[in-house]
């Protein structure tokens, strides 16, 4: 079977820990069952209609800052790979 590195954030990796432990599973286990149900799941799919809203201009105005706002903050913490507060 094919390996990968994920780099998990500290507070994920201990409340993982604190799950598999209860379940009596290994973390890989957990991780695979994890993506698996994302994958059944078409996780990262958008809704039917999500980019279709009935906005006002003054509201398609501030959707469109706060996105890109998001989008400058995420780049430069991805750059730096510190961890993001959200």
Same mark, same amino acid.
């Given at each position: 079977m094919p390996s990968t590195t994920v780099h998990i954030p500290d507070p994920l990796l201990s409340k993982m820990? #604190?799950? =598999? $432990?209860e379940k009596g599973?290994? %973390?890989? %286990?957990?991780?695979? #069952?994890?993506?698996? @149900?994302a994958v059944v799941n078409n996780a990262g799919e958008w809704p039917e209609g999500f980019f279709e809203p009935d906005l006002s201009r003054d509201d398609l105005k501030l959707l469109r800052?706060? =996105?890109?706002?998001?989008?400058e903050a995420i780049i430069s *913490? @991805? %750059?730096? %790979? $510190? =961890? *993001?507060e959200l």
């Open positions: 820990n #604190q799950i =598999v $432990k599973i290994s %973390r890989n %286990r957990f991780i695979i #069952q994890a993506c698996e @149900r800052e706060g =996105v890109a706002e998001m989008e *913490m @991805r %750059r730096s %790979r $510190k =961890v *993001m």
